[in-house]
């Protein structure tokens, strides 16, 4: 994942550590996903998600005047700024060693930390975003209103600029030369700041929701949280089904949730010994082998999803249909595939290097100093054994796909003729079995 060599390994588990064999698993998660998919069939036969976003539960009247207070999101702004000074701190002032956080704090606190916060509190990195909160600042000074900036934005534009810089990301992640040195890191993070402000200044604050990679992620693993917001904007306490199911097609929603999915499958790859030799034995710089198997692992997960959904077009409509508006109708059945395999790959690197990463935040600049009090913390290891790492991985990967295949099956009943809905969704669950095949091999199989 990075240079730092307490950053390389993602997890403890491996094939030995598994409760059964790598194909005995395999044959289970598939079987697993026809089951429940014939139980569906029979059992689940008109839609019940809400699509709408309209239902829930509203929360303690006291817990929504907190949230929804004006000093309580000033407070949440203010965070996120101290939290980014101090990061900056160790970007622009500390040593280029292993000993200083910056890395771990964007690669895993950040990165990985984001999913397991947003799935609890929802799209939390909106509220702390300081990029948003500089914005924001900048044009209360001047006295314009935030959501309105020099031009309109494209209608059409959607979520296609988050799913390029998505991109961006995880290629510096995975890919990029010295990504753990600090030129590095301060290089992409200079260029996300001035296409993000520079973005707001141009299109107003939606500038934020459309083109910023760690909101679009945070909101869309957010929609899984048990808390979010009805459609007149009271604060719920919600089925998590009915939240992802209230995820609404929009242009680049496929691109980012394909990139999301794609990208922790090539991770899986990368660490693979097979891959390990060939990038060695190729004669190719390491940066354009990794370039190209990004690439090709990202248009390989799409290419068969864009395949299923328009094979259920077709089946399902019982006609030659338009399969142009299905992959976005079933992109939210992707999102818990993709927050399933961001659990199962990076949970040991976040419980160990996550507190390796806030034991050095407390001396950012290496002067000696503890400032937080977390100096010479030693990582616990109690929650990360080999063989409870491998059986939460098994766990979350194929609840992921339990949950897009129901997921997939409530949407098509609601999309699809009856008659035809069950015959349609089968490419789907071919999609979710070959998912889940190669999830378990790419994690086990090195």
């Known amino acids: ?153 494209p209608a059409g534009l959607g979520l296609w600029p988050a799913a390029v810089a998505l991109f961006g990301f995880v290629w510096l992640e995975l890919v990029a030369p010295d990504r753990a040195t600090l030129p590095v890191i301060t290089a992409w993070l200079a260029g996300y700041a001035v296409v993000m402000l520079a973005g707001a200044a141009l299109f107003g604050a939606g500038w934020f929701d459309r083109a910023d990679p760690f909101e679009v992620y945070s909101a869309l693993v957010g929609h899984l949280a048990p808390v979010g917001r009805a459609a007149d904007g009271v604060l719920v306490w919600r089925n998590p089904l009915d939240g992802i199911a209230g995820l609404r097609p929009r242009p680049g929603l496929v691109a980012v949730v394909i990139v999301l999915l794609g990208s922790t499958m090539f991770d899986s790859l990368s660490n693979a010994p097979a891959w390990l030799r060939f990038i060695q034995e190729n004669g190719l710089p390491p940066v354009v082998t990794g370039s190209a198997g990004l690439t090709l692992v990202i248009a390989a997960v799409a290419a068969a999803y864009l395949a299923a959904t328009g094979a259920a077009t077709r089946i399902g409509r019982a006609g030659p249909g338009d399969a142009r508006g299905l992959p976005g109708e079933l992109a939210h059945s992707i999102v818990p595939i993709a927050a399933g395999y961001l659990v199962a790959h990076y949970y040991s690197l976040l419980i160990l290097e996550g507190q390796r990463t806030v034991a050095l935040l407390s001396d950012p600049l290496d002067t000696g100093a503890n400032r937080l009090g977390t100096a010479g913390w030693e990582p616990h290891t109690g929650l990360v054994t080999p063989s409870g790492v491998a059986t939460l991985q098994i766990t979350v990967i194929i609840l992921g796909h339990l949950l897009g295949t129901l997921l997939a099956h409530d949407r098509a009943l609601y999309l699809f003729p009856r008659a035809r809905a069950v015959a349609g969704q089968l490419p789907l669950l071919a999609l979710m079995v070959a998912y889940t095949v190669a999830g378990l091999l790419l994690l086990y199989a090195g």
């Open 1 to 153: 994942m990075t240079g730092a060599p307490a950053l390389l390994a993602h997890g403890v588990g491996g094939r030995q550590d598994l409760p059964i064999t790598l194909p005995q698993l395999v044959l289970a998660a598939a079987l697993t996903l026809v089951v429940t998919f014939l139980a569906l069939g029979l059992l689940w036969r008109e839609p019940r998600l809400d699509r709408d976003a309209t239902g829930g539960r509203p929360v303690p009247e006291p817990l929504a005047r907190l949230v929804d207070a004006p000093a309580f999101r000033w407070g949440l702004r203010g965070l996120g700024l101290l939290a980014a000074g101090w990061f900056c701190l160790g970007l622009l002032g500390g040593p280029d060693t292993p000993d200083n956080p910056t890395a771990g704090t964007f690669y895993v606190l950040l990165w990985v930390g984001l999913v397991p916060v947003s799935l609890l509190l929802g799209p939390v990195w909106r509220a702390v975003n300081p990029l948003r909160t500089v914005h924001l600042l900048a044009v209360l000074v001047v006295r314009r209103d935030p959501e309105r900036g020099l031009r309109e934005l």
